[in-house]
T-cell receptor, first 116, second 111 residues
């Protein structure tokens, strides 16, 4: 099992450019998440998908769009990148929202994005 | 949403027990308490989760008092490799939504 994979690992964009961050999980998880982490800060939720076919906004959704392509894949798109979006982006997945014990999130290795 | 408060940083020495306390005064009835560990340049990793009293696994223990307004993560006999940021999260496991991680506690283990 690869767990949660993210591509690319690093990316540099110019202001106004667009790009899509890819995320995939092979653990048959229902829920998937996108977070951003700025230097010295905790993670902030951008968007999440409770199950295939659904997406919802998190704490900081402005400037982003997401697509839950299928159960395995959840992509994050920046339509017009801004320097304020320079950050590390983490994708995560979780098994079932309805379970109670050890319902942990599994995180990918992150994508380090710099917007000039 | 339940907000959490943790110390910004803590120092310890190898071999000592470390206790990190998290305050969550407005925790809801169906909220669980979850702790994650994050090393530099990596995604967070689950440590432990609990609802009340005490939970123990091979890595840590989690102590939750009866009022559940705080919780304490206990790391027995820390080593240099335990140097990391530790995050406390509060939320309902029945909900797909996850709460903001907050700033966490930077634990530095000294030789």
């Amino acid at each position: 099992n690869a767990g949660v994979t993210q591509t690319p690992k690093f990316q540099v964009l110019k202001t106004g450019q667009s790009m899509t961050l890819q995320c995939a999980q092979d653990m048959n998880h229902n829920s998937m998440y996108w977070y951003r982490q700025d230097p010295g800060m905790g993670l902030r939720l951008i968007y999440y998908s409770a199950s295939e076919g659904t997406t919802d906004k998190g704490e900081v959704p402005n400037g982003y769009n997401v697509s839950r392509l299928n159960k395995r894949e959840f992509s994050l798109r920046l339509e017009s990148a801004a320097p304020s979006q320079t950050s590390v982006y983490f994708c995560a997945s979780r098994f079932l929202p309805g379970t109670t014990q050890n319902n942990e999130q599994f995180f990918g290795p992150g994508t380090r994005l710099t917007v000039l | 949403l339940a907000k959490t408060t943790q110390p910004i940083s803590m120092d310890s020495y190898e071999g000592q027990e470390v206790n990190i306390t998290c305050s969550h005064n407005n925790i809801a009835t169906n909220d669980y308490i979850t702790w994650y560990q994050q090393f530099p340049s990596q995604g967070p990793r689950f440590i432990i989760q609990g609802y009340k009293t005490k939970v123990t696994n091979e890595v840590a223990s989690l102590f939750i008092p009866a009022d559940r307004k705080s919780s304490t993560l206990s790391l027995p006999r820390v080593s240099l490799s335990d140097t990391a940021v530790y995050y406390c999260l509060v939320g309902g496991s029945g909900s797909a939504r996850q709460l903001t991680f907050g700033s966490g506690t930077q634990l530095t283990v000294l030789p």
